[in-house]
């Protein structure tokens, strides 16, 4: 599984409120807090929310690279899970 710079793109600048990004079923999706209790994410792995994002002193006018550098090391954290 891999984190791209466009997933933590979307989850920055998404309108749901309080955004998390969750990955389930071997996908990554952008959901707000209040949906992670429905049947349909009961699985889900919370990857990590807008404000922790933003707390990384990441936000909306980053640079790729720096997103890319945030994306491989919550890929790289989800990865070592499965070892």
């Known amino acids: 599984m891999s984190v791209k710079a466009g ?3 979307e989850l920055l600048s998404s309108q749901l409120p309080d955004p998390n990004l969750v990955l389930i079923e071997g996908r990554l999706e952008v959901v707000p807090v209040d949906d ?3 049947d ?3 699985g889900a ?3 990590l929310s807008r ?3 933003l707390g990384r002193g990441v936000d909306e006018t980053s640079s790729d690279e720096e997103l890319e ?3 491989a090391t919550i890929s790289t954290a ?3 899970l499965g070892a």
């Open 7 to 9: 997933d933590l793109r």
């Open 36 to 38: 992670l209790d429905a």
């Open 40 to 42: 349909r994410y009961r």
């Open 45 to 47: 792995l919370l990857l």
């Open 51 to 53: 404000s922790e994002l």
């Open 69 to 71: 550098r945030q994306a």
């Open 78 to 80: 989800v990865n070592d």
